[in-house]
């Protein structure tokens, strides 16, 4: 009943799911409970790669899908998740970093020539960035940080640690853009100015000046 044009139904047929039958049948023994079927596991890795998702929503989807089951090799609909979501972090520890370039060569081999172009254009444009602006709220957080790990290299007994304190300053400091919630940024800002001040001197009264 599905569609025999569907992306996925093309992409089932033309790979060549023996190649990894052969390439993982090492990773495992004869003894103990049943593995799960090598093609199951590696389809879904696939199509987590494909639609972006995470091990949870990726089972979630398999079982909803009947196009994502037909993917993975089955013939008939399975009303039942596929595996637990840690399955698929242990069978990625199990193929190694070896297996995972196999399952990427034969993604990239399905290209033909295209995929040996000499140059590649990436257009990035609409990428997020990994960039995070240094407000002053932030830089004093990051600051008391590095006072906690210096005191615990040191074995500085603190009077207190203000970690608590400071998990709920740092969601104030999420609202500093709000006008009715600005008030409240601006005075999380200032205390954790004031507990850096306090654990300076906390530090500083038990140090040697070495």
């Given at each position: 009943m599905l569609d025999s044009n569907d992306s996925l139904v093309a992409l089932a047929d033309t790979l060549n799911w023996d190649y990894f039958d052969e390439s993982f049948a090492k990773y495992y023994s004869d003894e103990g409970r049943p593995a799960k079927p090598i093609r199951l596991m590696v389809g879904l890795l696939l199509l987590k790669q494909l639609e972006n998702l995470s091990d949870e929503s990726l089972v979630l989807q398999w079982k909803r899908n009947p196009y994502?089951?037909?993917?993975?090799?089955?013939?008939?609909?399975?009303?039942?998740?596929?595996?637990?979501?840690?399955?698929?972090?242990?069978?990625?520890?199990?193929?190694?970093t070896e297996g995972v370039e196999k399952i990427f060569a034969m993604s990239v081999s399905l290209h033909g020539k295209d995929a040996q172009e000499k140059q590649v254009i990436i257009d990035t444009t609409v990428q997020e960035k990994?960039?995070?602006?240094?407000t002053d709220g932030k830089l004093?957080?990051?600051?008391?940080?590095?006072?906690?790990?210096i005191a615990k290299e040191e074995q500085i007994q603190l009077r207190r640690t203000y970690m608590k304190e400071i998990k709920e300053h740092r969601i104030k400091l999420?609202?500093?853009?709000?006008?009715?919630?600005?008030?409240k940024a601006r005075a999380a800002i200032k205390r954790l100015k004031t507990i850096v001040g306090i654990l300076m001197r906390d530090i500083s009264r038990n140090m040697s000046q070495e």
């Amino acid at each position: 009943m599905l569609d025999s044009n569907d992306s996925l139904v093309a992409l089932a047929d033309t790979l060549n799911w023996d190649y990894f039958d052969e390439s993982f049948a090492k990773y495992y023994s004869d003894e103990g409970r049943p593995a799960k079927p090598i093609r199951l596991m590696v389809g879904l890795l696939l199509l987590k790669q494909l639609e972006n998702l995470s091990d949870e929503s990726l089972v979630l989807q398999w079982k909803r899908n009947p196009y994502y089951q037909y993917f993975c090799g089955m013939r008939e609909y399975q009303p039942a998740l596929p595996c637990d979501p840690t399955d698929l972090v242990y069978f990625r520890k199990r193929i190694g970093t070896e297996g995972v370039e196999k399952i990427f060569a034969m993604s990239v081999s399905l290209h033909g020539k295209d995929a040996q172009e000499k140059q590649v254009i990436i257009d990035t444009t609409v990428q997020e960035k990994n960039v995070t602006y240094p407000t002053d709220g932030k830089l004093a957080i990051k600051m008391i940080h590095h006072l906690l790990r210096i005191a615990k290299e040191e074995q500085i007994q603190l009077r207190r640690t203000y970690m608590k304190e400071i998990k709920e300053h740092r969601i104030k400091l999420r609202f500093f853009s709000h006008p009715k919630k600005i008030k409240k940024a601006r005075a999380a800002i200032k205390r954790l100015k004031t507990i850096v001040g306090i654990l300076m001197r906390d530090i500083s009264r038990n140090m040697s000046q070495e």
